[in-house]
């Protein structure tokens, strides 16, 4: 055999070993016909920046092919979403019929780019914007592209478009839960073509929340949020209907993506030279939720109740509404002229417009071709049917509103100035309302300012802790808004003193670590809930600020709500809302009353509470840390539903704040995590150990103060450890709880405290998880580690319950009293 033979034949089995074995190296960013990748390889981008290769989510030992930004932990698009495989045999490759394929290990095609009638000879490429495109090799038209078909991700040169014509929407969906990335519950689109909106949907058919019309630089409705997110964003129209959003790179530097979580919450995150800088949700406030104030409703997320009517209006159903039940909207309080007199000359003398500013217009605008303010007014004047107008000078131009008006909302800045019809008789009412009005509200001011300046040289002198409380309310009223005390109602101590008849201990409602609560009743006979801080507290003084600056912000159905506060000479008193099943411990410890908490009124008071903690770190305004989460801060409503109280011991964190230290800890011993205890470290994770030990007593009717096999000094998680370890978790179980049918959720529950409270914060769920665990939307939990505090060696363990509770329940401790386990 001649030497150029040999060397022939060695070529040959070079390429078929290559053919053989073709994995794409990092370096290649295509796949041709007859090519291949195997689990474990990838196809790289030129730049590097974005991979297509095999990945499984967190959680889950399923396989999915799919792209990402940097690393696996930034999942951009998945190819197999609903078909996901089981092993790591997959495949992915150019099928005969040219289309991108992904094959099982029985070459079974579980996913396919699906195009028919395309060329034998196609290329994937995957470009450095993140795109996956299939093209024609003769003509090198691209036939198919993963922009065109997104996961739960939006990055820029992606669009998201309505055909005007077809009804066709690209849309982004969520993916079921952080482990599962098949379709879930909840999708974003553009809707209203004519004002583009982006709206977030539930199943596909309900609004969940939605931006406002984009007037050309920002969407109208999320005035705040910030314009560097939104540059190189513009709206464009095709020939063909389609109505479209895109947004270009800012700059070369900088990368943001927008993500839609399981549970609905829109995320921006942006990379700056390829790290993440910054990562904040877009849909945060109560009032973004669609409609939540029903019809001619208005919700301001700074005031409490959020919900109000707009001007000329009442609510539909007072019952409903007094009760905060505001899906029934309101109503008009008088007719319009134009309703009874019809289209005629004497309209404008009969009806007029209410001016309120600030507004997030309300859904389902008409776009008229008014050329300014004053033509727009007058257009909507001659319609008997236009409810409302307003006018933005940036880009939209006239709106119009005919029908009920939904989802209005009243920001403290930004927005666009919407005016009301109603009827002649109404607007002067309001004027001569709003005249009486600013003259007592100037009287009032002038009174306040007097009365404040006394009060602030009083306490000046009086107070020891006066300056520490007044530097303490400063540094967390910097770290985000300022509240408006002006907005918060203003209690006379008289008053307090005749509802509670002078504090008598009849009406003692509980104690805590910095004073007592008790039960009141207004001359109206509003029953409420008095919080007297203690006069020689200095941490009460503290208290008292944070609690006003923070619970002032939020509203939900899972929080109490602050009524009001009184401040008089020394004494500190905040006005709560009052629930009649009062804390969650006076009903789950006492035997006489336990047995009423069947297993699914248990299971509603852990959801609303993991709710409620939810809102507080995910689905507010501000992020907060509440860092004394226990049972007896829990109170029960007539319906059971169940509210956290007791922010005095909050924690206000910055959206890019996730951890923060102390010298000091707060908190009650048996519901703080260890990091907390022994490092003074906190963060959302502190809570999450504490929700554990909360659904682990709910479940258990046993309390965390108390000792279980006292052979061993068992804590009640090292009980619950012991237990799970000999596979006897129905032992756990309170023997008051009727449970037929119910076992496996209730040891659902169970294992989900048990991950609650592991030792390590970062292996513990965040409450989104555990929030996704308890609905079953992630089906496989991981087994958790031992928890901490298994064991008590310390002198508490002789202790009985009551004595327990009065030497631990104070909420202000030094860190280096504190043992751990």
Known sequence: MGFRTKIHILIKLLLLLFNLNLGLSSAVDTITTGQFIRDHEVVSSHSSDFKLGFFSPQNSTNRYVGIWYLSESNIIWVANRNQPLVDSFGIVTISKDGNLVVLDKQNMII????????????????????????????????????????SNVFVPKMNISLNKITGAKMKLTSWKSHSDPSTGYYSVSLERPDAPDIFAWFNGTHPYSRTGPWNGRIFTGRPMMPTRYLYGCYV????????YITCDLANDTSFPILSLSPQGQLWIALWNEKREIMRNMLNITYCDHYG??????????????????????EPKKLDEWNKQNWASGCVRKKPLQCDTMGNSSE????????????????????????????????????????????????GIGCMHWSGDLIDQQRFSSGGVD???????????????????????????????????????????????????????AQRVISQQEEIKMDELPLYDFEELATATNNFHTTNLLGRGGFGSVYKGQLKDGQLIAIKRLSKASRQGQEEFMNEVVVISKLQHRNLVRLLGCCIWQDERILIYEYLQNKSLDTILFDPSKNQ?????????????????????HRDSRIK?????????????????????????????????????????????????????????????????????????????????????NTEGSQTLLGYAWKLWNEDNLMSFIDSEIHYQGSSNEILRCIHIGLLCVQELAKERPTIDNVVSMLSSEIANLPPPRQPSYVLNETGFATKSTSETQTLYSTNFVSITDIIGR
């Open 347 to 394: 309209v404008h003398e009969k009806d007029g417009f209410s001016k309120l500013e600030n507004m997030k217009v309300p859904d389902f605008l008409i776009r008229s071709t008014a050329p300014d303010q004053d033509n727009c007014r007058t257009q909507c004047l001659d319609n008997c049917s236009c409810v409302a107008y307003a006018f933005d000078l940036h």
């Open 624 to 708: 907060i840390i509440h860092r004394d989460l226990k049972v007896s801060n829990i109170l029960l409503d007539e319906e059971l539903n169940p509210k956290i109280s007791d922010f005095g011991m909050a924690r206000i964190f910055r959206s890019n704040e996730d951890q923060a230290s102390t010298r000091r800890v707060v908190g009650t011993f048996g519901y703080i995590s260890p990091e907390y205890a022994m490092q003074g470290q906190f963060s959302e994770k502190s809570d999450v150990f504490s929700f554990g030990v909360l659904l682990l007593e709910i479940v258990s009717g046993r309390s965390n103060s108390r000792l279980y």
């Open 596 to 616: 009423n908490l069947d297993w699914q009124k248990r299971f509603k008071i852990i959801e609303g509470i993991s709710r409620g903690l939810l809102y507080l």
């Open 292 to 313: 939540i104030c029903g019809a001619f409703g208005s919700c301001n997320s700074r005031r409490s109740p959020a919900c109000s009517c707009l001007n000329g209006y």
């Open 236 to 243: 464009k129209n095709e020939d063909d209907g389609t109505v």
């Open 111 to 150: 996913w396919s780019t699906n195009i028919s009638n395309i060329a034998y000879n196609s290329t994937a490429k995957l470009l450095d914007i993140g795109n996956l495109v299939l093209s024609d090799d003769n003509t090198g038209e691209t036939i198919w592209e993963s922009f065109q078909h997104p």
């Open 418 to 472: 919407l005016y009301i019809r109603l009827p002649l008789s109404e607007l002067e009412n309001h004027s001569h309302k709003r005249k009486i009005l600013t003259a007592i509200m100037a009287t009032i001011g002038i009174i306040t300012l007097i009365a404040c300046a006394y009060l602030v040289r009083k306490l000046t002198v009086k107070c020891a802790g006066g300056a520490d409380s007044h530097s303490q």
